[in-house]
């Protein structure tokens, strides 16, 4: 194989290799934050709690985790509606499950479970309080439990070293958003001082291999007066990382769904805290305390459980936690106009399809300038050749020489990589938007069950690579790949037959290349590229019947 043939090839896989830094670049899962909104070890302010890594590994100790076993035991309770069902432990006064009644499994037709004590971590309502700042302990004091139209109110049935910690969780109607009311009386005869850490969750738990890259921490906060969404990213054990600036919420979420906390009073710092493994759990550290003998003090927080939809974190302020990357404005634009189009046509995959085709209709002055472009540069091609055998030996005269050429025939030799370029936002915003929309969890289409995941279909019997499934739909895309390199083709006047058998090579290894790439994609991903290349060939043959002199 000639030395060109190893060239195409190396780039092609270079290409391909570094796109994933590209998204990184355009669209960070765990964006480095900006100097202005620095993520720091936790900070030796007083309002911050004056913690230490090492002191809050004592605060959430392995003890924890036995006494959460033990209260798990203990008797459960549920509130719930429509959209969201939280299961509250009586004793502890936790949310131990979360749960979503309209995005069930389409088989078992029980809600997705988004939250289960099985999580490692702490669990969301846990409260651990501290008299210096330094060391916390958690407030497992057990509760009695009542019960109202929408509302469990847990009354502590002992206090812990004289303070009384009584929470009240309010599910709001037709809504994923609940009330949480957490009210601190100090049941001694002598003040009190202390701060508390009110626990947000967990890492959540992947529900597909395709999810653990998109699970995160979120901080959203005030810093010098500027709205700056923070991705604190800290899984070594005992590690511990806050917030900057005026903390609004804080939240632990994942590619579909999210848990935030969102202080209507007083004042906190997000904080999250590695457990190794590549886990972590969040919290909230208010400010010291300070309670007079028979005092009390109360913290109200809204609190979200539920999907990362635009349409329902709005009305919360909450929609910030849905972030395309430095391309948002692009990616909630192409979001819209999904939601837009499935109205019309009632399915999602079918939205895709006709979004991709909307698009690609809009691009195609782009796209016809582009491809005329190159294909005067063709016509050309045997000139340019050559020049260059002429000149070879000269630079500066064949340089010179060439630019006259392309002045000559009013020949742009960049004319062809401006308009794609100018195409990349959009396709890469669309790209990014349709692998986070939670529009397409559990949406079909065809044989396909799940836009979100990677389609499957049954072999009769096991294939090598494959096993006893496979995905359809990136081998149809390979397909169609193939066909598109076959179709537009171009043979160029005077063309070197090696140059030719290599543009035949790539033109069957670029598809297979993609086609590994996108194997394990969600099949609104592959459906989205495979409807581009379709319609990019239909373009393509098209133009390829302009005539140019």
Same mark, same amino acid.
């Given at each position: 194989m000639e030395k060109r043939v190893l060239l195409a090839l190396a780039i092609s896989f270079l290409v391909l290799g570094f796109y994933p830094v590209i998204l990184q670049k355009f669209y960070p899962q765990s964006a480095k934050t900006s100097p202005t909104a620095s993520l720091e070890p936790l900070p030796s302010s007083p309002a911050s709690g004056n913690l230490?890594?090492?002191?809050?590994?004592?605060?959430?100790?392995?003890? &924890?985790?036995?006494?959460?076993?033990?209260?798990l035991? =203990? #008797?459960?309770l549920a509130i719930g509606n429509e959209r969201v069902k939280a299961v509250f432990n009586k004793k502890g006064g936790l949310v131990r499950e979360i749960s979503f009644p309209r995005f069930a499994d389409p088989k078992t037709q029980e809600g997705l479970k988004f939250l289960s004590a099985d999580s490692s971590g702490s669990l969301p309502g846990l409260v651990s309080l501290s008299p210096d700042g330094m060391q &916390?302990?958690?407030?497992?004091?057990?509760?009695?439990? =009542? #019960?109202?139209p929408g509302e469990i109110l847990f009354v502590p049935s002992s206090d812990a070293d004289g303070v009384r910690i009584v929470k009240s969780w309010r599910l709001e109607k037709d809504s994923y958003a609940s009330r949480l009311e957490i009210r601190l009386e100090n049941a001694s005869n002598a003040p009190k001082e202390l701060y508390y850490q009110l626990f947000v969750g967990p890492s959540i738990a992947p529900r597909h291999s395709i999810d653990s890259q998109y699970i995160e921490a979120n901080f959203y906060s005030d810093v010098d007066g500027k709205k700056v969404l923070q991705h604190p990213k800290e899984s070594k054990r005992g590690k511990v990382v806050t917030s900057q600036g005026k903390l609004e919420w804080a939240a632990t979420k994942d590619r579909h769904f999210s848990i935030i906390f969102k202080p209507l009073s007083g004042t906190f710092k997000g904080a999250v805290q590695g457990l190794g493994n590549h886990e972590f759990q969040v919290f909230l550290l208010s400010e010291k305390i300070a309670l007079p003998a028979g005092g009390a003090i109360?913290?109200?927080f809204l609190v979200y459980h539920g999907p990362n939809d635009i349409q329902e974190l709005l009305p919360q302020g909450l929609d910030p936690i849905v972030n395309f990357g430095k391309l948002d404005l692009f990616g909630k634009l192409l979001v819209g106009g999904l939601e837009l189009l499935h109205k019309v046509f009632r399915n999602y995959g079918i939205a895709i399809i006709a979004l991709t085709t909307l698009i690609n209709v809009l691009l195609f002055p782009l796209t016809r300038v582009s491809y005329l472009s190159m294909k005067r540069m063709q016509l050309v091609q045997p000139k340019v050749n050559q020049l260059r055998q002429q000149h070879g030996k000269n630079p500066e005269k064949m340089n010179r020489e060439l630019m006259e050429l392309y002045k000559k025939h009013k020949v742009n030799p960049f004319g062809g990589c401006l308009p794609m370029l100018l195409q990349m936002p959009v396709f890469v915003a669309l790209y990014v938007a349709l692998s986070k929309s939670v529009a397409l969890l559990n949406e079909g289409l065809l044989w396909i069950r799940d836009l979100s995941l990677p389609d499957s279909?049954?072999?009769p019997m096991a294939l090598p690579l494959l096993g006893k499934e496979a995905h359809l739909l990136p081998l149809i895309m390979v397909g169609a790949m193939v066909i598109q390199q076959k179709f537009t083709q171009v043979k160029m006047e005077g063309q070197d037959p090696s140059v030719e058998m290599q543009q035949k090579m790539?033109?069957?290894?670029?598809?297979?290349v993609f086609g590994f790439v996108f194997y394990s994609m969600p099949s609104g991903l592959v459906l989205y590229w495979l409807t581009n290349t379709l319609l990019m060939t239909v373009y393509q043959l098209r133009l390829k019947s302009v005539t140019l002199t």
């Open positions: 230490k890594g090492s002191d809050l590994r004592g605060a959430v100790s392995p003890a &924890f985790l036995g006494d959460t076993e033990r209260l035991q =203990e #008797e459960d &916390f302990k958690e407030a497992l004091t057990g509760y009695q439990a =009542e #019960e109202r109360q913290h109200d279909v049954q072999l790539m033109a069957v290894l670029m598809p297979i």
